[in-house]
């Protein structure tokens, strides 16, 4: 099944840097969403954003996505140290299976005080 | 407060003695998702289920037995559980069959296996 791989796959930044990941993608999706976990809890939806969308802001967060590239990469702004949890992108496939949400492996962002 | 709530949160049990992980909803939704997650192997469906007594199998879903006899209830069976089905589990829901609005997930069932 088709699977977002994030990059990289651990960051570490001084709090009040700007922090960003990548994803990218092998076929035509739907919509790609962006997830946080905070240390063995339940991940938290960030941002979705649609395939005929190109860019995307909430709070701090910035998300962009290049159709042609199939790649998609979440921006944090000025981070603080509770930003420190693993990011996933998850992927909906096009067509038939716009029902299904794989998701990559994550990066893991440490952002120190 | 709208929440997906799964219990326990913690379980050590055996090999082979059979067990539940509940999961419920409080949100009206009409899908529900089971995942795991391993280090190194990100998430994983096991389960999911578009609505009431439709449940259709993810992409590991060896080993595991869902129901969904009620909207918002959706447990997770081990029959027979072994050690390779010591993980993280995770219980999600949304509104919609599509995959076009946010998933929303339990805090996480950590399973030893021993």
């Known amino acids: 099944s088709q699977q977002g791989e994030e990059d990289p796959q651990a960051l570490s930044i001084q709090e009040g840097e700007n922090a960003t990941m990548n994803c990218s993608y092998k076929?035509?999706?739907?919509?790609l969403q962006w997830y946080r976990q905070n240390s063995g809890r339940g991940l938290v939806h960030l941002i979705l954003?649609?395939?005929?969308?190109r860019e995307k802001h909430s709070g701090r967060l910035r998300v962009t996505l290049d159709t042609s590239k199939k790649s998609s990469s979440l921006l944090i702004t000025a981070s603080r140290a509770a930003d420190t949890a693993s990011y996933f992108c998850?992927?909906?496939?096009?067509?038939?299976?716009?029902?299904?949400?794989?998701f990559g492996k994550g990066t893991k962002l440490s952002v120190i005080p | 407060e709208a929440q997906v709530t799964q219990n326990p949160r913690y379980l050590i049990t055996v090999t082979g003695k059979k067990l539940t992980v509940t999961c419920s909803q409080n949100?009206?939704?009409?899908?529900m998702s089971w995942y795991r997650q391993d280090p190194g192997l990100g998430l994983r469906q096991i389960y999911y289920?578009?609505?009431?007594?439709?449940?259709d199998k993810g992409d590991v879903p060896e080993g595991y037995k869902v129901s969904r006899k009620e909207k918002r209830n959706f447990p997770l069976i081990l029959e027979s559980p072994s050690p390779n089905q010591t993980s993280l589990y995770f219980c999600?829901?949304?509104?919609?069959?599509?995959?076009?609005?946010?998933?929303?997930f339990g805090n996480g069932t950590r399973l030893t296996v021993t």
């Open positions: 999600a829901s949304r509104s919609s069959i599509w995959a076009n609005s946010p998933l929303h």
């Open positions: 076929t035509s999706i739907n919509n």
């Open positions: 954003i649609r395939s005929n969308e």
């Open positions: 998850a992927t909906v496939p096009s067509g038939a299976g716009s029902y299904q949400l794989t």
């Open positions: 949100m009206n939704h009409e899908y």
């Open positions: 289920s578009m609505n009431v007594e439709a449940t």
